[in-house]
């Protein structure tokens, strides 16, 4: 069975920093490109990051470029996301997503896995 699963600090003042977490396992984690996806109270999913299979591509939401970062350790099948000077407007549900495009020019087809996401709260 494939599986993501995010761990990480859930409760954290303004100004501080958190580090996330995403196991993989059951799928051949280099060949997937990798994002993590937020939803917040009240509002739809909005896309925070992306990293390409081999790390080194790193993709960043215009909203949060310079407090975030994004990382891999493909040894482990581990993805990070790192967020400082946090703000009460990172409080959401953050969640890890897997994809990968198969298959011939004529039928591509999509792959995607999605873990069950960790509830971050930034308050004083």
């Known amino acids: 069975e494939v599986h993501l699963v995010e761990s990480g600090e859930g409760l954290v003042q303004p100004g501080g920093s958190l580090t996330l977490s995403c196991a993989a396992s059951?799928?051949?984690?280099?060949?997937?490109?990798m994002s993590w996806v937020r939803e917040a109270p009240g509002k739809g999913l909005e896309w925070v990051s992306a990293?390409?299979?081999?790390?080194?591509?790193?993709y960043y939401a215009e909203s949060m470029k310079g407090r975030i970062a994004t990382s891999r350790d493909n040894a482990r099948n581990t993805l990070y996301l790192r967020v400082n000077r946090l703000k009460p407007e990172d409080t959401a549900k953050y969640y890890c997503?897997?994809?990968?495009?198969?298959?011939?020019?004529?039928?591509?087809?999509?792959?995607?896995?999605w873990g069950q996401g960790t509830q971050v709260t930034v308050s004083s």
């Open positions: 059951g799928f051949t984690f280099e060949a997937y490109t």
């Open positions: 997503n897997a994809k990968r495009m198969v298959g011939p020019v004529e039928n591509v087809r999509l792959l995607e896995v």
């Open positions: 990293i390409s299979g081999n790390g080194r591509s790193t």
